[in-house]
């Protein structure tokens, strides 16, 4: 085992505001009332609806974000202007202070390079991961940062888990993956060869307590001892 790959959200860091909360505060300010459950169902549907790539543009960056803003406004009546929204909502997630450090992950990746190991990050976000990385003092951890918006395809496509490998220079299965969304970082992640681990956070994700406990991790203060050999 050389190195260990991780998920951003969810994994390293959570939003201090959660996502449907930020949505029905922002719909609210648009004279939209939803409840948080039907803006969870409405950005689902909009979210599953929209290709990978859409018009040139790869999910989670600006262009794809727009497209997705337009249509969940559309969707629920409203004629504000989609770029507008976007722009607000992306400037939401540049801040540092949107997001809060899980506590187990300084000690955690600390250890790990304290072990030799070397360290990446493979995310489904947008192309200024790096620099919110760098904002929450994670980015030096980090020898790889592959987001998807940047590279072009996103989990749990085998291909963005390979272009972590290739720029490392490693194999497969010199590598573990730990995430905390069962298709995405699990599955994902072991359709391209890798070793991977399911990180069950509270709330657990949809399906992870259906993952058998051998590949689940609860903290990742246990992750050092779980390392395959």
Known sequence: MKAVLFDAGGTLFAERLARNELYRETLADLGIALDTAAVARLRAEVHDELPEVFDGHARYSDGWFREFVRRLLARVGCRADAETVRAGLAQHYLRADSFVVHGDVPPCLDELLERGLRLGV?????????????DLGLARHFEVIVASAAFGRSKPDPAIFREAL???DL????VLHVGDHPQNDLAGARRAGLHALLLRRLPSAAGADSIDAAQVLETLLDLPARLPP
Not at 122 to 134: G, I, Q
């Open 122 to 134: 493979v995310s489904n976000w947008s192309d200024r991961l790096p620099a919110l990385l760098e």
């Open 166 to 168: 290739r720029r490392m």
């Open 171 to 174: 194999r497969p299965g010199e």
